[in-house]
C-alpha cells in the first residue's frame, strides 16, 4: 500500500477517513486524509483498530502491477530446448583508487575482439570482452560500475544482472572498508567472486599480505586450499589480464548454469541512462534473456518507447542484442533510471499504459516521502 493516502486506507477497509484522523491524532500522529500515509503510520493503524496491513515491498508492488497486464517479468525461461549458453555479467568492484576503471581499461585493450577494432568509442559503460580458453573463444560482459553506489542501486532491483564479481584490491593498500562493503554485496546476492590482486607493479606491494586479510573474510584463495581464485594483476602495466579472464570463466563454468532463452521477448536491466542533447534519452541496457531488437516496443522503468536504434560498445549500429549483451538504446521517451528493468511488450500502447502507471506510483511514493510522518510534537513546534 506504498505512498497511498489515508482516505485510501479507509476505503480499504470500509471505515470513515475523519475517524481513522481522530484515532491517529490520539495516537500522536497528525495526519490529514488526502495526504499519504506512510508505512508505519499504516501498520500503526492496523494494530490499533486490529486489521492485519501488509506492507508490499517496490519489488512486489510492480510485479503486481506487471500482472494486472497479464505480464510475467523475470520468471520463465520458456523452452528448455531453447536455451543457449550466455556469457557471464561480471561487475567490477573494490575500494576507490584501487583501479577498477583502470582494470576494465586494461582488459578491453588487451582483448582480442578489440585488437580489430582499433580506438574503442566510449559510448557505453558496459562492454564485452573475447577471451581464448583452451582453443574455444569466450566472451565476457563486463560492466563498469564507478563509484560503490550504483552497484548497490544495481543489487537493489537486479541481483540477477551480476553472475560474477571481480574484487578488486590494491596489492600496496591490502583491504579497506569499501572492499569489505563490496565483498558482502557480492555474498548477498550470492555472486561468487574472484580476486584481482592489483598494482602488483608498485615496490611496496604485498599481494601475500592482500590474501591473509581477505582469507579472514572468508575469501579463501585456491593455493590456500580454498575455493576463491586469487590472481595478481597491474593494470598499469596491464599484466595478468588473460589469467584474470580465464579465472572468470573457470568460476562461472565451476559453478554457473548460464543459459538464457533468445527467442522470447527480451527484457533485462537498465545500466545506465541519460539525456543527450542531439539523441534525447540514452539508455545503456543489458539483456538478460530473450533478444532485443530494432523496433520493439519497450517499457523501461517509468520510461517507454520503440527501439529507434541500438549501438554497441563501438558505437556501431546492431539490429539486435542477444543475452548478456550490453546496448545502448534510441527512442525512449524518457529517461529511465539505473537499476530498473525494462521488457519488450506486445505494442506502444501496452508500454504506454504500463509506464504511466509506474511513474504515478512513483510520483506518489515522492509525495509520501517528501511529506514524511509528522509527530504531535512536530506540529506543536512548527
Ligand atoms: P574509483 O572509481 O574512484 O573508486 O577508483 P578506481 O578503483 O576506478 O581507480 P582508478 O582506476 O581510477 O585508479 C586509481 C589510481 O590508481 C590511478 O591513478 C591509476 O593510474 C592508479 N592505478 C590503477 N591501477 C594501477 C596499477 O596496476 N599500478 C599502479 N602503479 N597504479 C595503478
Ligand atoms: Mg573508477
Partial sequence: TRGSSLADFADKIGADSASLVEVLFHLGEVVTATQSANDETLLLLGEELNYTVEVISPEDEDRELLESFDIEFGEDEGNEDDLIARPPVVTVMGHVDHGKTKLLDALRSSNVVDKEAGGITQTIGAYQVATDVDGTERRITLIDTPG???????????AQATDIAILVVAADDGV????????????AAG????????KVDKPDADPTKARGQLTEYGLVPEEYGGDTMFVDVSAKAGTGMDALLEAVILTADASLD?????????????????????RGPVATVLVHRGTL?????????????????????HGENIEEATPSRPALV??????PGAGDN????????????IAEKREARERNALLAQR????TLEDFMSS
Avoid: W, Y
Fill in 293 to 313: 531488437k530494432v523496433g520493439d516496443s519497450i517499457v523501461a522503468g517509468p520510461a517507454f518507447g520503440r527501439v529507434r536504434a541500438m549501438l554497441d560498445e
Fill in 342 to 353: 525494462f521488457m519488450v511488450v506486445g505494442d506502444d500502447r501496452l508500454a504506454r499504459q
Fill in 258 to 278: 548460464l543459459r538464457a532463452n533468445p527467442k522470447q521477448n527480451a527484457e533485462g536491466l537498465v545500466i545506465e541512462a541519460h539525456l543527450d542533447r542531439g
Fill in 176 to 187: 579497506m572498508p569499501q572492499t569489505v562493503e563490496a565483498l558482502n554485496h557480492a555474498k
Fill in 371 to 374: 511529506t514524511g510522518r509528522r
Fill in 191 to 198: 555472486v561468487p567472486i574472484v580476486v584481482a590482486v592489483n
Fill in 330 to 335: 534510441l527512442g525512449l521517451t524518457a529517461v
Fill in 148 to 158: 560503490h553506489e550504483a552497484f548497490t542501486a544495481m543489487r537493489a532491483r537486479g
